[in-house]
């Protein structure tokens, strides 16, 4: 069965880095992209940015352009997200899901468990 | 961005009873090839979105057959037959044409 599973919580200084994994299992994990969707605390999904497992091809967000970073390992089948110059904006629960281009097939059909990260001094 | 709205924000519901959430999307989510990329959500609290409908009415895998997505180009609809206690939550709509994905702000369900 497919299985993504996150790293745990993080706690962040303002202005410091955060890096989240995803490990996956159970499907060809470079015949996916994984995409990345954060949750501040009450609020809706934000789509942050997908990266392709195959290529490295990466798509993000314009917001986050220029602060976060979306890699993948295949030798581990894992997922990482960067995101730098962190701001008590930046508090939220972050998602990876299983993605890839909506007409290929069903796209981010499976998600990890979120990781929070909280931004405080 | 496709910007998409769903209404209501919230319903209320009694066992039983059916329940409908509309969604909106400010651009057609009409792909050339003929299918509508469409997509629902449940996230049930404490727990990240599953996924119910893709392609506008299309069933995820052991999605109950009391969930069903219907509409097309720009106007969709998340019909609940008969609202059970476990589909409390909020539901989110996503198109999925378009880059950057874009979500509807979440209706939340609750029982009566």
């Known amino acids: 069965q497919v299985e993504l599973v996150q790293s745990g919580t993080e706690v962040k200084k303002p202005g410091a880095s955060v890096k989240v994994s995803c490990k996956a299992s159970?499907?060809?994990?470079?015949?996916?992209?994984i995409g990345w969707v954060r949750q501040a605390p009450g609020q809706g999904l934000e789509w942050m940015g997908r990266t392709s497992s195959n290529n490295g091809d990466t798509n993000y967000a314009q917001k986050f352009q220029g602060r976060v970073t979306m890699t993948t390992d295949t030798s581990t089948s894992t997922a990482f997200m960067e995101l730098r110059s962190l701001t008590s904006d930046d508090t939220a629960v972050y998602f990876c899901?299983?993605?890839?281009?909506?007409?290929?097939?069903?796209?981010?059909?499976?998600w990890g468990q979120g990781t929070l990260v909280t931004v405080s001094s | 961005d496709v910007v998409m709205t769903q209404t209501p924000l919230s319903l209320s519901v009694t066992p039983g009873q059916p329940a409908s959430i509309s969604c909106k999307s400010s651009q057609s989510l009409l792909h050339s090839g003929g299918k509508t990329y469409l997509y629902w959500y449940l996230q049930k609290p404490g727990q990240p979105p599953q996924l119910l409908i893709y392609?506008?009415?299309r069933r995820f895998s052991e999605v109950p057959d009391r969930f069903s997505g219907s509409g097309s180009g720009t106007d969709f609809t998340l019909k609940i037959g008969r609202v059970e206690a476990e589909d409390v939550g909020i539901y989110y709509c996503m198109q999925g044409l378009h880059l950057p994905r874009t979500f509807g702000q979440g209706t939340k369900l609750e029982i009566k």
């Open positions: 392609e506008a009415s």
């Open positions: 159970g499907y060809s994990f470079d015949n996916y992209y």
């Open positions: 899901a299983r993605d890839r281009d909506c007409s290929t097939g069903v796209c981010s059909d499976y």
